[in-house]
């Protein structure tokens, strides 16, 4: 192949190297303004590295985020760093029967890994928690939790259906109820809260955050206006 910088090959290569150093120009300026703002938060009293922390939190999945703060509770607690287990300060803040098992198994979804299961013993019957590959938790009642005579173990809980649609990054036409309604489905699909499909200055924007708050659970995660 002829290189040479005079032939065809040669300025399509300056061609490809050019496009690749435009590309990191604007990654490096990317950083600086990052390091700029977080410059300004410094300066405002508020901690960088913290800042850095929520941003990588909201980028999770909610399945994944859970999964991650009960590993960490459960270390913490090990080492006696933490003075309550884990699952029972969880129960506790619950402020319900723990005799109803469908309130323990609810509470007990955190703690299924990634693509494995648990069993419980709950209102006299054994129930199996199985998490699946995106993350999702099914419950299906046993006869018994423990295998039987044979050794043999009941069948896992088929994983449920999704769609299989591409992702799209347009702006759903929706009004501000349908905002709410579209926030609460993606926490359901265990996407991110960084996964707004509402531009920034939409109002749409706070009610569809408000929304996948409201399925998590959760609050503080942003004003409930246009503005995240």
């Not at 410059?39 to 009293?45: C, L, N, T």
């Amino acid at each position: 192949m002829n290189v040479g910088r005079n032939t065809a090959v040669g300025k399509e290569l300056i061609s490809i190297i050019e496009r690749v150093e435009s590309v990191m120009a604007a990654k490096q300026t990317m950083s600086d303004d990052i390091a700029a703002i977080l410059a300004e938060a410094k300066f405002r009293g508020f901690v960088p590295k913290a800042i850095r922390h929520v941003i990588k939190v909201r980028a999770m999945k909610p399945h994944d985020r859970q999964e991650s703060e009960a590993i960490i509770a459960t270390y913490m607690h090990a080492i006696g760093e933490e003075s309550e287990a884990p699952l029972f300060r969880h129960v506790n803040q619950m402020a319900v029967d723990i005799a109803s098992r469908d309130q323990v198994a609810e509470a007990m979804k955190r703690f299924v890994p990634s693509n494995g299961s648990i069993i419980i013993e709950a209102g006299g019957k054994g129930v199996k928690l199985t998490r699946d590959g995106d993350g999702e938790v099914t419950s299906r009642d046993l006869a018994t939790p423990w295998p039987d005579a044979s050794g043999a173990r009941p069948a896992a809980a088929p994983a449920p259906k999704r769609g299989s649609g591409s992702k799209s990054t347009e702006v759903p036409e929706t009004d501000d109820a349908g905002a709410e309604a579209l926030g609460r489905e993606a926490f359901k699909a265990n996407e991110p809260v960084i996964r707004n499909p509402f531009p920034f200055g939409d109002s749409r924007r706070g009610r569809w955050d408000a929304g996948w708050r409201a399925e998590s659970g959760t609050d503080g995660m942003g004003p409930d206006n246009g503005d995240d």
